[in-house]
């Protein structure tokens, strides 16, 4: 059973760089995309965008001036990069991961974490 | 952007009730819809792929159904552990959207 993970720092500086990382646990990224979503305190869900072992992204067109996604498949971990932030980027981002070769989408979810955007 | 609406926004129920909850899209589709539920301070946990398949686990008194603009995810005789928000999202394209959420609440 796979099991997606995310980890960061719970606190960034506005104009400062969003960092996180997901790590895949029980399967290998490269049988794998994983999904980047974030969850402002009380509202919707928000995709944030993709990215393949091979290293193939989308983003949302909405975030994609300010948003980097890579792959380390020694560490079987992808990461999101998120730049000037602002007190709007707060939220929950999650981490949700599918098996290659399904219509599945979204199909491993990491518990999420916490991101605030504060001085 | 393909826009995704759900309705209603919150519905009371009670347990053993069934409820229907609805989405459509600004445009087709096909059957690239799945529904999601999330339980309060929990995160998203996916029941519904392709329009009408039930993931492994997800009890049968879920299901799903539609394809090209309309769908509905239904639940029958609700359980205590069912009220939680449901969204619903499309697979189409990207980038992928998701409806604003209908929270089920206990009446």
């Known amino acids: 059973q796979v099991q997606v993970q995310e980890s960061g720092p719970g606190l960034v500086k506005p104009s400062e760089t969003l960092s996180l990382t997901c790590t895949v646990f029980?399967?290998?990224?490269?049988?794998?995309?994983c999904s980047w979503i974030r969850q402002p305190p009380g509202k919707g869900l928000e995709w944030i965008g993709f990215?393949?072992?091979?290293?193939?992204?989308r983003y949302n067109p909405s975030l994609q001036t300010r948003v980097t996604m890579s792959e380390d498949t020694s560490k079987n971990q992808f990461s999101l990069k998120m730049r000037s932030v602002t007190a709007a980027d707060t939220a929950v981002y999650y981490c949700?991961?599918?098996?290659?070769?399904?219509?599945?989408?979204?199909?491993?979810w990491g518990q999420g974490t916490p991101v605030t955007v504060s001085s | 952007d393909i826009q995704v609406t759900q309705s209603p926004s919150s519905l009371s129920a009670s347990a053993g009730d069934r409820v229907t909850i609805t989405c459509r899209a600004s445009?087709?589709?096909?059957?690239?819809l799945n529904w999601y539920q999330q339980r309060a301070g929990k995160a998203p946990i996916l029941l519904i792929f392709?329009?009408?398949n039930l993931l492994n686990g997800v009890p049968s008194r879920f299901s799903g159904s539609g394809s090209g603009t309309d769908f509905t995810l239904t639940i029958t005789s609700l359980q205590p552990e069912d009220f939680a928000t449901y969204y619903c999202?499309?697979?189409?394209?990207?980038?992928?959207?998701f409806g604003q959420g209908t929270k089920l609440e206990i009446k």
């Open positions: 999202q499309q697979s189409y394209t990207t980038p992928r959207t």
């Open positions: 445009q087709s589709v096909r059957t690239r």
């Open positions: 990215i393949f072992g091979s290293g193939t992204t």
């Open positions: 392709g329009a009408s």
């Open positions: 949700a991961c599918t098996i290659l070769g399904t219509d599945m989408d979204l199909q491993y």
């Open positions: 029980g399967g290998s990224i490269n049988d794998h995309y």
